[in-house]
Antibody
Framework: EVQLVQSGAEVKKPGESLKISCKGSGYSFTSYWIGWVRQMPGKGLEWMGIIYPGDSDTRYSPSFQGQVTISADKSISTAYLQWSSLKASDTAMYYC????????????WGRGTLVTVSS | EIVLTQSPGTLSLSPGERATLSCRASQSVSSSYLAWYQQKPGQAPRLLIYGASSRATGIPDRFSGSGSGTDFTLTISRLEPEDFAVYYCQQYGSSPSTFGQGTRLEIK
């Protein structure tokens, strides 16, 4: 089955670091881009950035540049989204998505990872 | 970046009726790189339409997309109970990709 499997929900304190994951299966992981999409509670969708696991080419939305780091380990078909110092405003659902190209629709979505940042 | 404005914010209709959702862009969307997604409560979004008018795999033909330039439309010809959800448009013709704020389709 073609799918993206995301890591489980996280509860963190402000200032802590975090790395969440997205594992692709059922398709050639290195032939597609993996993107990340944020959805804050009760809000809409925001594209954060993408990575091409084949060569780790990474691109960020200006809104998220410098705020998060996207990486990938093609040997285990897994992409990552990480924060070095979380803020309460990072509380959201984070989805990983599959893209055929940097400018393409998102044809496959993970189920999401809920990140809660609270003191 | 391109701003997408969806209307109406909420649409109240009955099963069997026709739904028309609008998405307007602040500037022309290149190559009609416009997609529509459906999101149900507690679920991830699902791709319905890409390239403004092409249905994604497995999407019923009651869903259709149209438009070009700055004005796009998602039409659901006859609403089924499972179609009541939030719908988002997305442009992916220029970076950063952006989404509309969503239209909530609710049962009347």
């Amino acid at each position: 089955e073609v799918q993206l499997v995301q890591s489980g929900a996280e509860v963190k304190k402000p200032g802590e670091s975090l790395k969440i994951s997205c594992k692709g299966s059922g398709y050639s992981f290195t032939s597609y881009w993996i993107g990340w999409v944020r959805q804050m509670p009760g809000k809409g969708l925001e594209w954060m950035g993408i990575i091409y696991p084949g060569d780790s080419d990474t691109r960020y939305s200006p809104s998220f540049q410098g705020q998060v780091t996207i990486s990938a380990d093609k040997s285990i078909s897994t992409a990552y989204l990480q924060w070095s110092s979380l803020k309460a405003s990072d509380t959201a659902m984070y989805y990983c998505v599959r893209q055929f190209a940097p400018l393409s629709s998102f044809d496959l979505w993970g189920r999401g990872t809920l990140v809660t940042v609270s003191s | 970046e391109i701003v997408l404005t969806q209307s109406p914010g909420t649409l109240s209709l009955s099963p069997g009726e026709r739904a028309t959702l609008s998405c307007r862009a602040s500037q022309s969307v290149s190559s009609s790189y416009l997609a529509w997604y459906q999101q149900k409560p507690g679920q991830a979004p699902r791709l319905l339409i890409y390239g403004a008018s092409s249905r994604a795999t497995g999407i019923p033909d009651r869903f259709s997309g149209s438009g070009s330039g700055t004005d796009f439309t998602l039409t659901i010809s006859r609403l089924e109970p499972e179609d009541f959800a939030v719908y988002y448009c997305q442009q992916y013709g220029s970076s950063p990709s952006t989404f509309g704020q969503g239209t909530r389709l609710e049962i009347k």
